[in-house]
């Protein structure tokens, strides 16, 4: 008889529409798992900035998932070709092509050109979940990135652009709490001299002015050695740090699969807490049902 009950009063479709949900959410954290440098990268639009002369209101945001290590570009506007232009030139040109992009579901990243661009450099394509944007690490940097050009131009705000090569150099030569290692570290083998080592005299080292083979084959060696320890470091401090994060997490979610066929609603103020998407007042928290035609691994 409890079960009926409780059956009957779950399956009220005011209620569902209604009222808030006292249980756990749906949906456990799944981490993007890389190896190795430039296979997973991440971007983003920050934006919009105030115009300057050169044209210049936005910033396209790319990061590597492994090595940490940003790239700033200032843009004028973010058409899709304009955006995939700069990715080839600046990016892929320079690192490769990686084997996955992950993005947000802005029209500029959805787009045909955008898509066929990948699809042309066999890129495989993830986007996030709608109003979940923060499972994109690029959408994370935005947040640090704002803070630093609004910290760093201060009251001269027509000159913000030519301050991004400076504010991205902090950040890769920074260490980073996931890997335990700086970006720059972990993309060259060794640690760039800093502007206050020349100013102190650190790490000062008298170069060869003639550099032969045998040099650089041991360079090469020293390299290796520095790299490839760091890599299995990095690789398991990012395994520790994404089980602590999913732990974390996943202590206030709950396991939910769906299949095809499946009804489910959907919610209408997901966005409260970003201060987005709000639906009006008294209206429904959750619409539907609509079945669910397709499902993705």
């Not at 260490?175 to 060794?190: K, N, V, W, Y």
Request: hydrophobic share 35%; aromatic share 10%; proline share 5%.
């Amino acid at each position: 008889m409890r079960r009926d009950v409780e059956n009957y009063i779950h399956s009220c479709d005011t209620c569902q529409r209604f009222k808030a949900r006292t249980q756990k959410l749906a949906g456990k954290m799944i981490s993007n798992v890389v190896h190795e440098p430039w296979y997973t990268i991440g971007i983003d639009i920050t934006g919009p900035l105030p115009r300057i002369k050169r044209g210049n209101e936005y910033i396209l945001v790319v990061v590597d998932y492994f090595t940490k290590w940003v790239e700033l570009f200032p843009l004028q506007n973010t058409r899709s070709i304009s955006i995939a232009q700069t990715l080839h030139d600046e990016v892929i040109c320079r690192f490769g092509c990686p084997v996955r992009i992950i993005s947000d579901n802005g029209s500029q990243f959805v787009s045909e050109i955008f898509e066929e661009t990948l699809r042309l450099l066999q890129i495989e394509h993830r986007r996030t979940a709608l109003y979940h944007p923060q499972t994109n690490l690029s959408e994370r940097i935005n947040n640090t990135l704002k803070t630093m050009i609004a910290g760093y131009v201060d009251k001269d705000r027509s000159n913000w652009d030519i301050k991004l090569p400076q504010l991205a150099f902090a950040m890769r030569t920074a260490i980073h709490d996931s890997t335990g290692e700086s970006p720059a570290f972990l993309m060259f083998g060794r640690e760039p001299r800093l502007p206050l080592d020349v100013l102190f005299g650190l790490n000062n080292r008298t170069s060869d002015r003639h550099v032969n083979n045998r040099e650089v084959r041991n360079y090469r060696d020293r390299l290796i050695s520095n790299l490839l320890p760091a890599f299995d470091f990095v690789r398991q401090n990012l395994e520790i740090a994404q089980q602590n994060q999913r732990s974390n997490y996943n202590q206030h979610r709950k396991d939910v699969h769906f299949k095809v066929g499946d009804l489910v609603m959907m919610a209408t103020t997901v966005g409260n807490a970003l201060s987005k998407w709000k639906a009006p007042k008294l209206e429904p928290r959750w619409i539907g049902p609509f079945q669910i035609t397709k499902t993705y691994k």
